[in-house]
């Protein structure tokens, strides 16, 4: 794996969609894509385990730029493949660059030089978050409000395990928004939407939600869909009409959070 390569050959490893977009939401997703640089051969994958939710969220991204369009929200997409370096990991934690996803070993992140560690660092972990960054600070100084909002897909079997939701809405305090979404999800009717399920946002294993989100005062959520219900465009559709109405759900007045320069 080379450590020297320009950094011009390599794709830009953040696509920004409807970045004039007028609502309050802001929509990121980071494990869009499943792509990675020529340069790094799959990290030592077969194209079958590229294809895999190892490698990203399948029907993420489809979802996400449905959900922009109808909200007219801007949209933030990781477009290389999670496995080189996660963009929703405190950079540098064991799971940011993983030797093991879920029960498969990844031989391209083994034995890791310091070299190759910044690399990623530089070449798509901080460009992807110092562009969400900026484009959030120009929010703030124009005085617009901003909802947080990570579109992310999960396996319906993890490690041998069924999972019974068909979504999840994940949040931290403060929980007002958290819990205006999956109270209006549940709304929907005939859905199993997990509260913090089937993961909980933590500081030392998310990203966007505390950092983009909750540390700049935004409400903010993670949104998590079973993949296998983003199979068709139709599903896709059905889901992105749902989180539109959900994502945009009242707060209570008292609970809005203000931001200060
Ligand atoms: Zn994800």
């Given at each position: 794996m080379p450590e020297a390569a320009s950094v011009e050959v390599e794709p830009s490893p953040v696509e920004v969609a409807n970045?004039?977009?007028?609502?309050?939401v802001v929509l990121v997703c980071e494990h869009a894509a499943n792509r990675l640089p020529?340069?790094?051969?799959?990290?030592?994958?077969p194209p079958a385990d590229l294809a895999r939710h190892i490698a990203y969220d399948i029907g993420a991204a489809a979802l996400t730029r449905r959900l922009s369009t109808r909200l007219d929200a801007p949209a933030f997409f990781?477009?290389?493949?999670?496995?080189?370096?996660?963009?929703?990991?405190?950079?540098?934690?064991?799971?940011?660059?993983?030797?093991?996803s879920e029960a498969t070993e990844i031989p391209g992140n083994r034995d890791l030089s310091e070299g190759e560690r910044e690399r990623r660092r530089r070449i798509v972990f901080e460009p992807f978050h110092a562009t969400l960054a900026d484009f959030l600070d120009r929010r703030d100084a124009a005085g617009r409000p901003t909802r947080l909002v990570a579109v992310h897909s999960f396996t319906p079997v993890f490690l041998g395990k069924a999972r019974p939701w068909h979504a999840g809405i994940l949040f931290e305090p403060p929980e007002a928004y958290g819990r205006a979404v999956l109270q209006a999800l549940r709304a929907e009717g005939g859905l199993e939407v997990g509260e913090n399920e089937p993961y909980r946002i933590d500081r030392t294993e998310d990203y966007a939600v505390p950092v983009h989100g909750t540390d700049r005062g935004y409400p903010a959520v993670l949104v998590e869909v079973r993949?296998?219900?983003?199979?068709t465009p139709a599903e896709v559709e059905r889901w992105a009409d749902r989180l539109a109405r959900a994502l945009t759900a009242p707060l209570p007045a008292d609970e809005v959070i203000h931001v200060h320069a």
């Open positions: 970045e004039g977009g007028r609502s309050e020529a340069s790094y051969g799959g990290l030592g994958l990781g477009t290389l493949s999670r496995l080189l370096v996660d963009l929703n990991r405190p950079f540098g934690v064991p799971s940011s660059m993983p030797v093991l993949n296998d219900l983003l199979g």
